[in-house]
Each structure stands twice: as structure tokens, then as C-alpha cells.
């Protein structure tokens, strides 16, 4: 960014200095000019920070569209976009925000997780992840989902770094948040329409189109949100197995349903029950993040995709789960472990001819698991 911007930026974000300086801040919200949330440690709290008025916060919010190359104003009260810093940024204005102008900054964090960090943070059991390694191994095809926030960007880098070094990886993303550690791996971002200097929009789906004909191994999208889903499921159908991509959405089967709406979007010719058996096909495994009520963010399931069934729906199968078994009283953070559903891959051969070191037992739920499961039923 020009120095120019920068200063104005820095003059024009004062009331916010100190949160967007403090590296324990992840995300900053702004509801109107007297009203300012932080998250910290995945809990979000009220400060006492303010903009003197609502004149001042929308001239913040007007030198950062411009040193974007965006604008808003009236004609176009929304801002989606990324600062340069790689932090991400939406704006609604009033009167469409009643609040006043209304503000999310996701602050970039250079530093990536590990799946260490997952492990050691409670996120992921360690048989957990070294069943997903093996999936990864074996070219399976993974769908990341989970809602805004909920880890689903960092388990993807997370899963990426671990694609074995021969392979070639083609990413493709909306701003360059992932930071995948391997040999061979080539980047794409998509680029925004400007008409006033002439600049054509390049969306994730003909990245998508062009990283096909670029001899890719796999193919991993950051985030799949429109008509370019139904190219990433075609890629995962046609030999690229082993790719990956992230989706909104609630719950494993959720992820499905979501994947075969987006793939609707576009004019397909092909009927939605052919796209519904695509999709089942495609996917092989989904990771589930969820952010729980305590702030904590946790992979809530690890499901396997096993096709439709004879009503059309999606059949699903848990092979772990994290499963709460108490709260902290003075933390109030919730006490729990990811356990085994009891239930074997369909993959499973390959995992015993590729001889991985991952015992059918890896698979079965403990005692108490067990034991809580018959009491629920019963
Ligand atoms: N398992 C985790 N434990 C703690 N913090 C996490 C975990 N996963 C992600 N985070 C943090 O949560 C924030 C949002 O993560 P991100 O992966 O960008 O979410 P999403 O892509 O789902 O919107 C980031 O600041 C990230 O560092
Ligand atoms: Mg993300």
C-alpha cells in the first residue's frame, strides 16, 4: 500500500489502533460508531473503544475501499474485501444497517496453526489426526465445513501441508490465506471487476476451469461458495482424488446438501438428481469445525460420505466425533475428548495394504462411550 493510504488509514483507525496492534485480537467488530466488539481467544468482548462519530468511522471506512481500489458509498453501500495485510474486511452502511455503519475485520494471523497446535489445543485427537493424515495418503477427497470462524480455513492449510512431497498442488483462493507448506504448489487468486479502470472480474470457477489443464495432482479451493463447486465436485469425479475444499455449513450432511445447491447455481443441463449423485460420489470425507457456545473451536466430526440412499439422501457415517463430558466451573470451557464412533471405513483394505500403522482397534468408541450411548438410547 502507498504510504499515502497507509497514514490516512492509521489516522482514520485510531479509535481501533490498539486492537488492531494487539496480536491476541483476532477479529474487530464495529456496530456504529459508539459500539466496538473484539474476539480474544475465540470469546468476544465489548471495549471502550469508540469513533467520535458516525462521520468519522465512514471516513475510516472510505480511505480503506479506496486504498483497495473499492469504494462505498450510497451507490454501493456493501464492502466485501481483503486489506493488503491479508485481513479481511466487510462493511454495510446505513440505513440497510440500523446500528450505523456496521464493521467485521478478520485480522490476518502469519501465524498458521499446526496440526500440533490442533492436537495440543484439544481440537483434534491424536489417532484423529493420524487418520486424517492417512486419508491424505491415500487421495481421499475432503471437504472442509463448518460456519464463519470456526477454523475450517486453518484445518484446510493444516491438511495441505500434510499432501505427500511429489505431488503437484494447484490452490485456488479469493484472497491468499492459505499457506500451505509443500514443494510443489502454485497459487491462484481470483481478481474483483473494476469498471471504472477497466479490470475484468477472474472468478474462483475459471481458475478452476484453467488449474485443470495445468496438470494439477490435486486441487484445493479455499472456499467454495458458488457455481464453482460443481467443477471442484467434477474435478474430485474425474482422477484428481485427494481434493479439498471448505463449505459453510452446520454438519456433515449439511456440507452435502450445500455443495449440491451451489452446484445448481450455474445453468447446469445436468438434472439435480444426477448433481445429488455427483456430489455423494465426490466426497469421500468430511471434517466437521465447529465453534462451540465456550469459544473453543473443535473438529466436531470426521464422517465418511458413503453415497444416496434408496429416499435420496445423503448416508453418513461418523468415524469420530468430540463429545462433551463436562465444563470447567471457572473457565467455563467445556471438558470433552474426540472419541471413535465404532464404526470401520469402507477404505479400510487400503489402509492394510498400504500397510499404515493404524489398527482396526483405532476405530472402536471406549468403555465409557459405549456405556453413554446404551443409557441415551435406552
Ligand atoms: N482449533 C483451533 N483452536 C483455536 N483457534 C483456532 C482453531 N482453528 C482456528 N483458530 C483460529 O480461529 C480463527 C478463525 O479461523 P479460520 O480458519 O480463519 O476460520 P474459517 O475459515 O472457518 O472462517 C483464526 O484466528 C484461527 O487462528
Ligand atoms: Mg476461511
Redesign the pocket.
Known sequence: MSSVFKDAIDQFLYPIKEHLDDPGV?EIMINGPKEIFVEKK?LVYKTDSQFHNEEALLAAMRAIAQSIGRRIDKDNPRLDGFLPDGSRIAVVLPPMARNGTTVAI?KF?KEK?TLND?IS?G?LSKEAARFLDICIYLSKNIIVS??????????LNVLGSRIPKTQRLLIIEDSAELQVKAEHVVNFVTRKADAERGISEVSIRELVLSAMRLRPDRIIVGEVRGEEALDLIQVMNTGHDGSMG?VHANNPVDACTRLETLCLMGDTKIPPDAVRKMVASAMQLVVQ?TRMHDG???TSHISEILGIDKNGNYICRDIFRWVQTGKDPETGKYIGEMVPCNYIPTFFDDIIVNKLPFPKSNFLAPDWYNQKIKGEAA
Open positions: 483476532s475465540g478478520r494471523s496453526l490442533l489445543f481440537s463448518g460456519g464463519t470462524g470456526s477454523g475450517k480455513t486453518t484445518m471448505t469445525c473453543g473451536r473443535r
